[in-house]
């Protein structure tokens, strides 16, 4: 059997030895953390882009069992930020340089929705000059409206499949038409055809899950070759069905380390591609985002919600950051980025290189 070094040097990776990486610890955890930072410094260079984080609502028609904003949680406030309100987030992101916003919000589908984000979309193109890069999470939708919002100013769009297991997937989300396992794996194809920058990722530490379908989790994005990804440990929230099942879980810090290595591991699978550092790896470890920028993550999304909405975008329990003001968010990222040794990747849209090379 090939040492572990050796098998990262590999340039290509089978199942087995996914799970045999994602199943290191110690001293062979480190070489892995290692292998993918010279990685993502050969191939994409030691910066880290900033996208302004915009949670425009937490009204969604969807029920995922792992998430505190899902339409049966009755503890939710409501809310939906105005035209104003998104427009002038972004006038601050343009201000500030980040170069690029992410637009998230729970799964609605209706005309006057897609209407009023295509409009958003154009508003915003017009007040930054074309120059703020637009990324969407806003859940499945009809290929029509993925073309709408496209054609409007979109290029990026953030759709987890969060496992690709299919029995898991139903057992995470309830088993009908609406929370389909085959028209969300549509609906990332449909991205892809649209001319999107696909993003997807998954949620780490679910019951039910171990290092087999996680192996399969990553094989299932190589496949897809998709741009971009967003993953991080799963933190339960306690208005949720999936929170019964919390004394089954992993210990928190094993959810966080197995979800640095996934991390790592995908940077050596596709070594050009965007991956984000979320929110919720700082929930578990306050340094939980430098720990990522070092495994690998070269994307940031400092919340520019306005304040008073951020404490109601809680999909898990202990969110941080939604006390801040979005300066105070948006410096702290920089001081952070900067004490890691990393650069900020201010003022440009920081492209997935990956969607670059195959556009080409
Ligand atoms: S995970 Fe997304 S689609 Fe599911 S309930 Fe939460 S916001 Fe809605």
Redesign the pocket.
Known sequence: MKNFTELLEQESFSKDDIIRILSSKGEEEQLLMQKAHELRLANIGNKIYLRGLIEISNI?S???YY?G???GNKNVSRYLLSDKEVLKAAQYAYENDFGSLVIQG??LESDAWTGRIENLLREIKKLSNNELGITLSL?EQSEDTFRRWYDAGAHRYLLRFESSDHDLYHKIHPNDALHSYKRRMEAIDLLRKCNYQVGTGVMIGLPWQNVEILAEDLLRMKELDIDMCGMGPYVEHHDTPLYKFKDELIPLEERFSLSLKMIATLRLLIHDINIAGTTAMQTIDPEGREKAFKAGANVVMPNITPTEYKDSYL?YDNKPGTKDEKEDSTQKVIKIIKESGFEPGTGIWGDSPHFKKRSK
Do not use: D, P, S, V
Request: charged fraction near 35%; charge should be positive; proline fraction near 0%.
């Open positions: 969604c969807k029920n995922c998430c904003i899902r339409k729970g799964e859940g999909l």
